[in-house]
């Protein structure tokens, strides 16, 4: 089992750019969630996905942010246009099952806003 | 929404020596409890759980409690080693809502 696979692992780019996260999770799984980690703010769900639709969005940010999934093996967490204060790392995890299962987590992105 | 405390943010212990971190949480709904380890620079790592069924749970030398009253559960590692040392965090959910996260702690193990 290659577990969650997250790309890229590492990010720089310049404020006001599109910024596009990608996930593939664990193959059979059927939930899928995207957190952010910061020092400040510790690690937060944006958004979790249930059978390819979302179920709870409530803490993504803003409108800057956008999730889809559009099939079992594969999401994507949109920041468009970016802000430095968008900078932190990104994981994806997956599960099977809803939120009260184990969550296995990908290895993150580690996005840099200038 | 649910709530959960963490304490300490940071521990240091003797190696071999037992660690424990105590969580506490508000939702009286919660039902599924992690614990979740993570290395500099790594992702988090589910390293035991336990439901609110069951009071305690060991995994070698990891073990869980929890009291469904009292609304707290703690994290007990003994005989502690040099890679034990990460953060540590908590997390609680009541069924189908997400899952809340503690602050986390620092763990460092004293060779």
């Known amino acids: 089992d290659a577990g969650v696979i997250q790309s890229p692992r590492h990010e720089v780019t310049e404020m006001g750019q599109e910024v596009t996260l990608r996930c593939k999770p664990i193959?059979?799984?059927?939930?899928l969630f995207w957190y952010r980690q910061t020092m400040m703010r510790g690690l937060e769900l944006l958004i979790y996905?249930?059978?390819?639709?979302?179920?709870?969005d409530s803490g993504m940010p803003e409108d800057r942010f956008s999730a889809k999934m559009p099939n079992a093996s594969f999401s994507t967490l949109k920041i468009q246009p970016s802000e430095p204060r968008d900078s932190a790392v990104y994981f994806c995890?997956?599960?099977?099952?809803?939120?009260?299962?184990?969550?296995?987590f990908g290895d993150g992105t580690r996005l840099s806003i200038l | 929404g649910e709530n959960v405390e963490q304490h300490p943010s940071t521990l240091s212990v003797q190696e071999g020596d037992s660690a424990v971190i105590k969580c506490t949480y508000s939702d009286s709904a919660s039902n599924y409890f992690p614990w979740y380890k993570q290395e500099l620079g790594k992702r988090p790592q589910l390293i035991i759980d336990i439901r609110s069924n069951v009071g305690e749970k060991k995994d070698q030398r990891i073990a869980v409690t929890l009291n469904k009253t009292a609304k707290h559960f703690s994290l007990h590692i003994t005989e502690t080693q040099p890679e034990d040392s990460a953060v540590y965090f908590c997390a609680a959910t009541p069924a189908n809502e997400k899952l809340t996260f503690g602050t986390g702690t620092r763990l460092t193990i004293i060779p």
């Open positions: 193959s059979g799984h059927n939930s």
């Open positions: 996905f249930n059978n390819n639709v979302p179920i709870d």
């Open positions: 995890a997956s599960s099977f099952g809803q939120v009260n299962q184990p969550q296995h």
